[in-house]
């Protein structure tokens, strides 16, 4: 299943953090965080339930990036 | 600006200018360092604070961690001297905002302007309920419903004229700029401004599923399918600030270790340290990893001004890397709009043999049995027709008022083991069998599109080195449209599935490096599409079929479109590839200077904020694609 989020990220670089903490979430099969539109396409695991992996996303990348926002 | 940038700049402000009152005091001592320290803390706070929490979450090497370093390490550098030298510092991280806040005011600026550009999406739908015009969020018309579009409107939803004719500008859609004319009974397709005349619509999708929708959604998620280019400079990000980093410890440590122990020179610790957090200043990799998605995200939006729809960075990039063309005949080359012009040999009178063609090709969507039905005229019966058996690349056998009737090509008539009489005319012929005797034959011929020729040519000029057609058509037809065009091979008589086999054989014939775009107008040649290494769809207004299977969709019928699509992406690549070497080039430069000691931390700063604005400004030029 894929989902599109939207985020809030002020630089290209810490985009593509958060688009590698997202990739190495369990549950989530691939990620791409687009900066140029702040969106975040997740595509999730099969039995993961994507609520409970974004959770995780969303900590994930505060954790590399502080000044990130992931609308969930 | 919004709100964040607004504040920063105001920042930014207050900073140069506490900067530039103390610059004219004479202080010394402590007094001046805590003095100091007041604009060193107003512009760079939330810089510091950045770097201590990704320590923290152990996220040493970024950005932040860098400038704070540098700063920190200047002011404690200019301390232990005692040369009170603070300003560099200062000034180091004044200028790293400057530059902060101008990426993000550009980046912010392309972005609105590139949604202007695809401003086409409708707020509102009038729908007409008992008499009155009622205002509705497209979304909630539903399939069926009668919808008024007044002049100087946007067409919300797809659907069919039913009362009214105007012109309609298509040129947000296709960046064609002459008005198509709309009258009762005629498609309409969402996204298209209302210019003369009111209009009553009844709507055939849902907004969700009407091309504006699609379009929308297609330009919006495009960059999202990343390049080669930015996957590499994202990958050389990783690398290269923690490897300058290490440098830099590495040039802060040994030189003067060296010097002490091996030459026996003072160990002059303050050059070395100072030189090592110049070395930290022009590792932030800014400059490349902002300017080459915006590069792309410019060059998509530029393109999609000119009617050309890219689904992705990576299909931008390989269409610059197009050397090989790839085209189907109908309705790609040619009009697709096919007229009868003959009918010759017929056994009955000829308005029955048309009747009886177009009866039988009723369940077909392909060209020639649409203008069968136009030559036909009148309103098709289907439950006159039965027993229908389609024979993918031969034609049709059905059974019309229970008569049997075969219609197709001369394969059709050997199959059926049936005698035919062959035709000299250049043109698409349709043999007819009734009843299992051959009824004669079907002219039926196509023309060539006006600009055909001319797109032909362009692409020649443009660097392409081979251009071949595929078609499912007679060879004598094909021969002739592939002289008219200057095409350079021509492969005729195919079925579906032997277009895909030439395509295959075209990709193996060729290197890896030449890539080779298949044009079709996506009807029928899905497969194709899908395995070329790039597949254009043509004129694909309205056609779902196209814009799902094709990477690059254009979106009226004109094929010059491919060469200017083209040459779009070679502009945009071009700006990739001198944003790329510019800015690695110019960092290299300064950390080869910078461990000389021939650069200071002042022309690393401007070197590091000055790439980064000259990049960013030559990405946006990806966005003018005009006169290409």
């Known amino acids: 299943m ?71 | 600006m919004n709100k964040r940038q607004k504040r920063m700049l105001a920042r930014i402000l207050l900073a140069a200018a506490l900067l530039l009152a103390l610059s004219f005091t004479s202080i010394t001592g402590w007094m001046r360092f805590v003095l100091y320290l007041v604009p060193y803390l107003v512009i760079g706070y939330d810089i510091l604070l950045k770097a201590f929490k990704g320590i923290k979450n152990r996220q040493v090497f970024d950005e932040n961690f860098l400038m704070a370093v540098a700063t920190v390490g200047a002011i404690a550098l200019a301390l232990y001297e005692q040369s009170g030298d603070y300003t560099e510092a200062i000034a180091v991280m004044l200028f790293y905002q400057v530059g902060e806040w101008f990426q993000s005011y550009a980046v912010g600026k392309s972005r609105r302007n590139i949604s202007d550009l695809m401003d086409i999406r409708p707020d509102y739908a009038n729908l007409e309920r008992d008499g009155q015009l009622e205002r509705l969020d497209p979304d909630e018309v539903e399939i069926g419903s009668v919808i008024v579009v007044q002049p100087g409107e946007k067409v919300p939803i797809d659907g069919v004229v039913l009362e009214g004719s105007s012109s309609l ?84 440590i040994l030189p003067p270790l060296v010097r002490m122990l091996g030459l026996g020179l003072p160990a002059d610790w303050g050059t070395w340290v100072y030189r090592a957090l110049t070395f930290l200043v022009i590792s932030c990799p800014c400059a490349l990893v902002i300017s080459i998605p915006l590069s792309f995200f410019a060059g998509i939006g530029g393109a999609s001004k000119a009617g050309v729809l890219v689904k992705g960075s990576n299909y931008l990039e390989t269409l610059s890397q197009t050397k090989i063309v790839v085209f189907d005949k109908t309705g790609t080359l040619t009009q697709g709009v096919f007229e009868v012009n003959g009918i010759h040999h017929s056994e009955m009178e000829n308005s029955k043999l048309v009747e009886y063609a177009a009866l039988a090709e009723s369940a077909s969507s392909h060209p020639i049995s649409r203008s069968l039905q136009r030559a036909y005229g009148r309103e098709i019966d289907r439950s006159r027709v039965t027993d229908i058996q389609e024979i993918s690349g031969n034609g049709v056998i059905a059974k019309v008022d229970g008569v049997s009737v075969a219609v197709g090509n001369g394969k059709l008539m050997d199959r059926l083991e049936i005698p035919y009489i062959p035709c000299h005319s250049v043109g698409t012929i349709i043999h007819m069998a009734i009843d299992g005797k051959y009824a004669g034959h079907i002219v039926i011929s196509d023309i060539v599109k006006p600009h055909a020729k001319q797109a032909i040519q362009a692409l020649k000029e443009s660097g392409i080195h081979k251009t071949v057609m595929l078609t499912g058509d007679a060879k004598r037809v094909a021969d002739q449209v592939a002289e008219t065009l200057g095409l350079d091979q021509v492969y005729s008589e195919l079925l579906p599935a032997g277009k895909v086999e030439k395509v295959e054989e075209l990709l193996q014939s060729r290197s890896e490096k030449e890539k080779l775009a298949f044009v079709g107008d996506g009807i029928n040649d899905a497969p194709v599409l899908s395995r070329a290494d790039i597949g254009i769809a043509m004129g694909a207004m309205g056609s779902d079929a196209a814009i799902e299977a094709a990477d690059v969709v254009l979106m009226d019928d004109d094929p010059l479109k491919i060469a200017k699509a083209i040459k779009i992406s070679r502009k945009c690549l071009r700006i990739v590839y001198q944003n790329i070497v510019f800015a690695i080039g110019v960092k290299l430069l300064c950390l080869a200077l910078g461990a000389f000691g021939i650069a200071n931390m002042w022309l690393a700063i401007f070197a590091d904020v000055g790439v980064m604005i000259l990049a960013v400004l030559n990405a946006i030029r990806a966005l003018f694609v005009k006169n290409l």
């Open chain 1, 2 to 72: 894929k989902k599109t989020y939207k985020i809030d990220v002020d630089c290209a670089n810490c985009a593509n953090k958060m688009e590698e903490a997202a990739r190495k979430t369990e549950g989530v099969k691939s990620a791409t965080v687009n900066f140029m539109t702040l969106k975040m396409i997740v595509e999730f695991l099969e039995n993961h339930d994507p609520q409970t992996v974004m959770q995780q996303v969303r900590k994930n990348c505060k954790r590399v990036e502080s000044d990130c926002e992931v609308y969930l």
């Open chain 2, 169 to 252: 500008n298509t040129s947000a859609l296709t960046g064609e700029s002459l008005p198509r004319d709309v009258g009762e009974g005629d498609e309409i397709i969402s996204g298209c401004i209302n210019m003369t005349g009111l209009l009553k619509i009844k709507t055939t999708k849902e907004f969700g599923e009407s091309t504006v929708s699609k379009i929308l959604d297609l330009v919006e998620n495009a960059s999202s399918r990343k390049s080669k280019s930015e996957d590499f400079i994202s990958k050389f990000a990783r690398v290269y600030t923690p490897a300058v980093c290490y440098a830099a410890l590495a040039l802060a």
